[in-house]
């Protein structure tokens, strides 16, 4: 485990990562495509569960995932709906 505390540096740890299994799990995502593009291209397997809580997951981020999905088979997503 990693203790980060620079948004940069989370976004570059994030995209060095490689070869693994990876689960994320968070309240909301947004604007962060390239990451996960990244991920999902350089390991294993990416499962992402992301929830809406007050919308703050951007809806064209859920749009990219969803296509993601379709066309890389090492990446998983999902979405709590659930308020």
Do not use: P, Q, W
Not at 11 to 16: A, F, P, R, S, Y
Not at 35 to 61: D, P, R, W, Y
Request: glycine share 4%; net charge positive.
């Amino acid at each position: 485990m990693k203790i980060l505390s620079k948004t940069n540096e989370l976004h570059e740890t994030l995209k060095n990562i490689k070869d693994k299994n990876i689960r994320i799990v968070s309240a909301f995502a947004s604007g962060t495509e390239g990451v996960i593009k990244s991920l999902a291209a350089n390991n294993k397997s990416v499962e992402l569960i992301i929830g809406t809580i007050n919308a703050f997951s951007s809806i064209e981020f859920i749009k990219y995932c969803i296509k993601l999905v379709k066309t890389n088979e090492n990446f998983k997503f999902c979405v709590d709906f659930r308020y």
